[in-house]
């Protein structure tokens, strides 16, 4: 059974940065996308990035793009979110998902799966919040 587990939330002033840190485990399968989303009160979940071990695909939400940045550090099973300029509607309980699946994910699937959200393990959540 794969388990998520993300650390590294906190508060941070608008304009700072903070790195989100996810590690994943007990794959099974050969391939895996990693995915980070996100859940502001009152709000539905979205997709905020995520990022495939096929081929080291990415993939980041119109709203973080140019912000923030999705990493895998493979030794360490490790997969990172890098925030930078952060901006009060930033704001959100951050989940790091993971899925694996027995074929490639290249760029056209993690798209999809991202945007659906259609993973098969997640974590506790992390709080971000960024205020002056």
């Known amino acids: 059974q794969v388990q998520v587990v993300e650390s590294g939330g906190g508060l941070v002033q608008p304009g700072g940065s903070l790195r989100l840190s996810c590690v994943a485990s007990?794959?099974?399968?050969?391939?895996?996308?990693i995915g980070w989303f996100r859940q502001a009160p009152g709000k539905k979940r979205e997709e905020v990035s995520c990022?495939?071990?096929?081929?080291?695909?990415?993939y980041y939400a119109d709203s973080v793009k140019g912000r923030f940045t999705i990493s895998r550090d493979n030794a360490k099973n490790t997969t990172y979110l890098q925030m930078n300029s952060l901006k009060p509607e930033d704001t959100a309980v951050y989940y790091c998902?993971?899925?694996?699946?027995?074929?490639?994910?290249?760029?056209?699937?993690?798209?999809?799966?991202?945007?659906?959200?259609?993973?098969?393990?997640w974590g506790q959540g992390t709080q971000v919040t960024v205020s002056s």
């Open positions: 007990g794959f099974t399968l050969d391939y895996y996308g």
């Open positions: 998902a993971a899925e694996s699946r027995s074929e490639p994910i290249p760029f056209w699937k993690l798209h999809r799966l991202c945007v659906i959200g259609d993973f098969g393990s």
């Open positions: 990022i495939s071990s096929s081929d080291g695909s990415t």
